[in-house]
Every structure is written in C-alpha cells, then in structure tokens.
C-alpha cells in the first residue's frame, strides 16, 4: 500500500496520537536548524561557541551577550507556523493527541495545538529569577532583563548545562499512546531519541516524516516518509478526510438498515 494512504489510515483509526517534533518542522517556517551543518551551532558569535553562550554559566557572567545572541540568533519574530503545525491542530480537534517538540518557537500553539509538552521549553516568555514574575521575551529585548524587582528575566528555554525536567512528563505521556508520529527528526539527540522506545515502537505503530533517512527507516513497525512535513501532511490530510467521509456514509448506511 501507498505510505501515505497507509499513514492516513492509522492517523485516522488512532485515538490517542502522540507526535514528536523536532527543527525540521520549524525550518519550513524559514527557522535555522540549530544543529545542521551550516546551522546556527555551526561557528562562532563573538568568540564563543553557540552551547557555551546557551549555557546557565554564561547566562549569569554575560547576560548581556546572552541576549544579544537571543536577539541576533534565535529570534522567531517575524516568522509564522506553517501549514504543517496547522494541520496537526486541526487533528488535535477531533482526537486525544499531544505533542512533544524539542524546539522553543511555541509555534504549535501559535497555529492552536493545546496539549504540548516542550521539553526544551520556550523562547516565547521569560521568568524573572527572583519575583518569578513572567514577561514576553519581544518585551524583555526591548525593555531590558532587569526586573523591577532587581532580579534578571531569564527564558523559558532549558540550557545546555540544566535539566530536562519535562521528559519525564513526556515519556509517561508516550506510553500511553496508542500512535507514534514523528516529524522533523533524525532522532539522534538524547533525551527525545528515546521516545520510540519509551512508547513502545516494538510493539506499536510509528510514522516518521523526515528528509533524512532515520535509525527507524527499516524498522517493521514504522512507517517512513523521505520528504517534506508542510507537503507530506497535507497530501495525508486528503487521504484521511476521504477515509473519513467513506466512514461516514457507512456508519449513515447502517443507521439506516437499523430503522429499516
Ligand atoms: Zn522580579
């Protein structure tokens, strides 16, 4: 069978969808992929290496060049969720879903995807360290990070050297999933790498969407698609919403052949 009728048949028969996303759903938004060959990670800023700026060491010692490089760098202002993070808040509407995503833009509840665990946590807000007061990062690069409090606006974003403190939130949520979907990683970075298997890859089914080949390209449960997530999902979506509609007019036959 076709991989993408084949995709749209499991989308559409799941009911409890779980989808990881990593950079490749933000890069077709225009978004750098941090980790790519001529990604952000790629060269130095000012001297520095981007994960030694992205560190909680340099975030105390330099927060000026810390936001300096927030501002420049990772910045998502002016940039938009595409039709791939539309796409999957219009599924969210009709089934149990979360998504875990490793990247900061928040642009799946931007496009109104609401159950989302981001377990890098975002660029969208900062937290003021002492008060705890939260303010929009857009704000804090035009206001300064000194609180009114005298304390200093730290992102919501988890850095290099600090723990991942929603995986475990998001490992528990994976099991209970009755779908594997995962776009836009090659699932090579640890802690996300492990989802797969914390959900029970062996045992249930996966969809990758990915440019790249994956560790799970030839794996028996798993799906993969080799392309494009915005263009893969949207020819998905056209495949589900006819399974969909031929369910329907079933479903109607058979209320029929009932009052009959
Ligand atoms: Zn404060």
Same mark, same amino acid.
């Given at each position: 069978?076709?991989?993408?009728?084949?995709?749209?048949?499991?989308?559409?028969?799941?009911?409890?969808?779980?989808?990881?996303?990593?950079?490749?759903m933000?890069?077709?938004?225009?978004?750098?992929?941090?980790?790519?060959?001529?990604? &952000? @990670?790629?060269? !130095?800023?000012?001297?520095?290496?981007? #994960?030694?700026? %992205? *560190?909680?060491?340099?975030?105390?010692?330099? $927060?000026?060049?810390?936001?300096?490089?927030?501002?420049?760098?990772?910045?998502?202002?002016?940039?938009?969720?595409?039709?791939?993070?539309?796409i999957l808040?219009?599924?969210?509407?009709?089934?149990?879903?979360?998504?875990?995503?490793?990247?900061?833009d928040?642009?799946?509840?931007?496009?109104?995807?609401?159950?989302v665990?981001?377990?890098?946590?975002? &660029? @969208?807000?900062? !937290?003021?360290?002492?008060?705890?007061? #939260?303010?929009? %990062? *857009?704000?804090?690069?035009?206001?300064?990070? $000194?609180?009114?409090?005298?304390?200093?606006?730290?992102?919501?974003?988890?850095?290099?050297?600090?723990?991942?403190?929603?995986i475990?939130?998001?490992?528990?949520?994976?099991?209970?999933?009755?779908?594997?979907?995962?776009?836009?990683?090659?699932?090579?970075?640890?802690?996300?790498?492990?989802?797969?298997?914390?959900?029970?890859?062996?045992?249930?089914?996966?969809?990758?969407?990915?440019?790249?080949?994956?560790?799970?390209?030839?794996?028996?449960?798993?799906?993969?698609?080799?392309?494009?997530?915005?263009?893969?999902?949207?020819?998905?979506?056209?495949?589900?919403?006819?399974?969909?509609?031929?369910?329907?007019?079933?479903?109607?036959?058979?209320?029929?052949?009932?009052?009959?």
């Open positions: 069978m076709d991989k993408l009728q084949y995709a749209a048949e499991l989308i559409s028969a799941s009911k409890n969808l779980m989808v990881l996303t990593g950079a490749g933000s890069t077709e938004s225009g978004l750098k992929d941090f980790r790519s060959k001529d990604g &952000l @990670a790629s060269g !130095t800023y000012e001297g520095y290496y981007p #994960e030694e700026i %992205l *560190s909680r060491g340099f975030f105390y010692h330099n $927060t000026a060049l810390f936001y300096q490089y927030l501002k420049e760098k990772l910045n998502v202002s002016g940039y938009s969720p595409n039709k791939g993070h539309q808040a219009e599924w969210e509407k009709k089934r149990e879903m979360t998504i875990i995503t490793q990247n900061i928040s642009f799946h509840q931007k496009a109104g995807s609401i159950h665990i981001e377990v890098h946590g975002t &660029l @969208a807000e900062c !937290t003021c360290l002492k008060c705890r007061m #939260e303010k929009p %990062l *857009s704000l804090v690069l035009k206001e300064g990070y $000194t609180c009114p409090c005298g304390g200093i606006y730290k992102p919501n974003i988890v850095l290099y050297d600090e723990e991942v403190t929603e475990s939130r998001a490992f528990s949520v994976a099991r209970a999933g009755d779908l594997l979907m995962v776009l836009g990683t090659s699932l090579k970075v640890y802690p996300a790498a492990s989802i797969p298997e914390i959900y029970g890859i062996n045992h249930k089914r996966g969809i990758i969407i990915n440019r790249d080949e994956t560790l799970y390209s030839h794996h028996y449960n798993v799906t993969e698609i080799n392309d494009g997530i915005g263009a893969s999902l949207q020819k998905i979506e056209r495949k589900k919403k006819k399974i969909e509609s031929s369910r329907d007019i079933d479903q109607t036959t058979q209320v029929l052949d009932k009052e009959e």
